[in-house]
């Protein structure tokens, strides 16, 4: 008797094992049903900053700008550069617009130049922006986020907006992921500025 | 003849095997092993609980139960959407279910509870029994029974040979039939040889247990060091595969932005077929997305085209198609005159059958919005804009216009798919229907909208999952063992003889045993072995000795 029943219990266990463990794989290896929602993840406000020495070598790049001239980051050699990346249809972007804008222009005669680099846009879109907030700097069109991957393997670059402040040498100095803020701005590029 | 059995070699020979799923007492005073009184005696039982077969079997059951609101309630990981939708509609009973976890049940507490318990008593099983396995392996079978007659299957027959070469000659017999053989020790007196075979059915016993080890280890690394992520794409778009560019990502446990496959890939081109006739009209019956895509940074572009079930494998990581849907193709122009917004907007199909889509248009440096349906095949039913078909034969567009503060440039996150109009003014009071190439002149001059044209959007799931192939190979490795553990019996056979009363020769005695429990036919086969030992010593068919025991087991 007791057998008979030990054996219909480890036949059982092993049916339940195997459907089991085959319904766990299809479950959690299947793709998800829909596309929904908002198209990009949200910064958390966070501010990094490096100290000369721990700093990752910016990836060169070259593009084209929004408005048709080439870009290329290399060039900027020698000078601190602000690299903002960003896209018209984001909000927090939007919001850090007018500030960039006034940092740019605070910051230009002080050798530190701003750059651009609009993800997931339109050039047409961007241009309507840039134009709208008084951003006079280029942007460089990164529809398809490939300067993105290529900052992502060296620092905490992918939520957008994130913006990098990347200092004479061409390393980068520090960032700050989510909207920017005056305060932010000013101190890291003082302490850049300062080396 | 001084044989003497030790109780223990006859519980062996009477095939009370020990298993490792011990069915245990009720407390650690029953446990039987002389378990120390206190805390390490209640230390001792709860481990024997756990690594017990009854607990094993309810954290499988639970286990598995624990699936099915994963599988029945919309997962917060696969379409938060869902859930928010089901928040919506079940307003009280959402929030409770949401304590339990049981929109995110893979990866709740209670779930990783029974999965490591689950764990735990498979490993406190596994490991007893593979020490088992390695002694059994190693010991050769019992001394032969005194009375082999006592055995459930007993047979004798009279052999010409003296007893040691009748035995020998057994011997030889059952060696070449692969069993594992024990002699007489050098000191013994007395001719018999004891056999044993199907070593083999511990062995896929134990290959089950660990390959359901396995399972279970093959699925945590899927879901630490694997992810899942969503991308829209239209046409003519491409994306890199980083955290910024990704609609959603779920990331494994150990996974961080940089450990993405950098990849990048581009929509060329997408096309869907349906049935234009018949029962069946306008259901799909090909989906094709043409894209061209490079395994890293500044590698030479390749093109393959994704199918439903034929993903694009890159760098181990799957890219799936998973849906698709219109982008009517819109150009905004300000009051002045200025293009504000130039792009292909991705509608999202409210109708699957038909592909009536719904979608926003949102101008913000314009100050206007519009809320429109796409319709790919439109037509007017009662008045109303329908589709009668999914592809884009006739297509068409009817938007509602608003001006004024999308309220986007307050910083505040919005779906692309929704319009804030509560900062926002309505332009029209019907909506504007609206062909390819039309534009339509907002009226008070606020500026213009154009329908340019339609092109396709499709919904891509990315998804590494390092756990996928050791799962299936660990399921048709848990499947083989089970097989073999219940498809091989565990057996002995034991030879005795002694010479015979009358003249020369001898009287040989064949007992055999099945040592497990899926001892179904091995009557038949004792038969044929006696008979092919008889037939071997030159003797005639054996006859069966009376039995004096009627059944095994208790």
Known sequence: MFRAKRRTVVTSAAVAAVLLAGALVVTLTQGSGQASGVTYVDGDNSQQVYAAGHRALAPDFTGTSLTGTPIRLASYRGKVVVLNFWGSWCGPCRAEGPTLAVLSQQYGSKGVSFLGDDVGDTNANALAFTHDVGISYPSVSDNSYSIVQDFSRVASVGYTPTTVVIDRTGHIAGLVIGTVSVQAMTTILNDVAAN | ?554
């Open chain 2, 1 to 554: 003849m001084t044989d003497v059995h030790t109780p223990r070699e006859q519980a062996a020979a009477k095939g009370e095997e020990t298993s490792p799923f011990r069915i245990t007492g009720t407390g650690p005073d029953e446990s039987g092993t002389g378990a120390g009184t206190g805390q390490s005696g209640w230390l001792r039982w709860g481990w024997r609980q756990l690594t017990s077969m009854r607990t094993a079997l309810v954290l499988l059951f639970l286990l598995a139960l624990g699936s099915v609101p994963g599988s029945v309630l919309p997962q917060q990981g696969a379409d938060p959407g869902a859930v928010q939708q089901y928040f919506a509609s079940h307003p009280s009973l959402a929030p409770w279910l949401n304590h339990l976890g049981l929109f995110n049940v893979f990866a709740a507490p209670w779930f990783a509870a029974i999965y490591l318990l689950l764990f735990t008593s498979l490993v406190g099983c596994v490991v007893p029994r593979t020490f088992k396995l390695a002694g059994s392996a190693r010991t050769p079978p019992p001394r032969a029974p005194r009375n082999l007659s006592r055995l459930p299957h007993s047979a004798s027959y009279p052999s010409p040979l003296a007893p040691g070469a009748a035995v020998d000659a057994a011997a030889a017999m059952l060696g070449g039939q692969r069993f594992r053989l024990r002699r007489p020790a050098s000191g013994d007196t007395g001719h018999w040889v004891s056999a044993e075979k199907g070593y083999l059915r511990e062995v896929g016993n134990l290959l089950f247990h660990l390959a359901l080890l396995g399972v279970l280890v093959s699925i945590a690394l899927g879901g630490l060091f694997g992810y899942k992520a969503d991308k829209l794409l239209v046409e003519g778009q491409g994306f890199s595969n980083t955290l910024g560019a990704l609609d959603e990502f779920h990331p494994g446990r150990l996974v961080s932005g940089s450990d993405l496959a950098p990849f990048s890939l581009t929509l060329n081109r997408f096309s869907a077929s349906y049935l234009t006739s018949g029962e069946s009209r306008g259901q799909p019956s090909d989906f094709n997305a043409s894209v061209s895509y490079s395994p890293s940074p500044g590698a030479p572009a390749r093109t393959y085209n994704i199918r439903i079930n034929d993903p694009l494998s890159v760098d181990s990581t799957k890219v799936y198609l998973i849906g698709h849907g219109y982008a009517p193709v819109f150009r905004v122009t300000d009051a002045h005159g200025n293009v504000a917004y130039s792009e292909a907007t991705p509608f999202i199909p409210a109708n699957t059958g038909t592909f009536l889509s719904d979608g926003v248009v949102k101008a913000p440096d314009a100050s206007l919005g519009f809320m429109g349906v796409f319709v790919p095949t439109a037509v007017s039913v009662g008045g109303t804009l329908e589709s009668a078909f999914p592809a884009a034969d006739f297509p068409a567009v009817s938007l509602i216009g608003y001006s004024g503060n999308l309220g986007l440039n307050s910083g505040a996150s919005q779906s692309v798919y929704q319009l804030n109009t509560a900062g926002m003014t309505k332009i029209s009071g019907s909506p504007h229907l609206m062909l390819p190439g039309q534009t339509w002149a907002l009226p008070g001059g606020r500026g213009a909208i154009t329908f340019v044209g339609v092109k396709q959007w499709v919904s891509l799931a990315i998804t590494y999952d390092p756990g996928q192939v050791p799962a299936l190979v660990c399921g048709i490795l848990a499947l083989g063992g089970l097989l073999l553990s219940f498809l091989i019996r565990r057996r002995r056979v034991f030879v005795r003889a002694v010479p015979a009363t009358s003249g020369g020769g001898s009287v040989v005695t064949v007992g055999g045993l099945a040592r497990t429990d899926a001892s179904g036919g091995f009557e038949e086969e004792f038969a044929e072995l006696a008979a092919e030992l008889a037939a071997g010593a030159g003797a005639a068919q054996p006859k069966p000795e009376p039995n004096n025991q009627s059944e095994t087991g208790a």
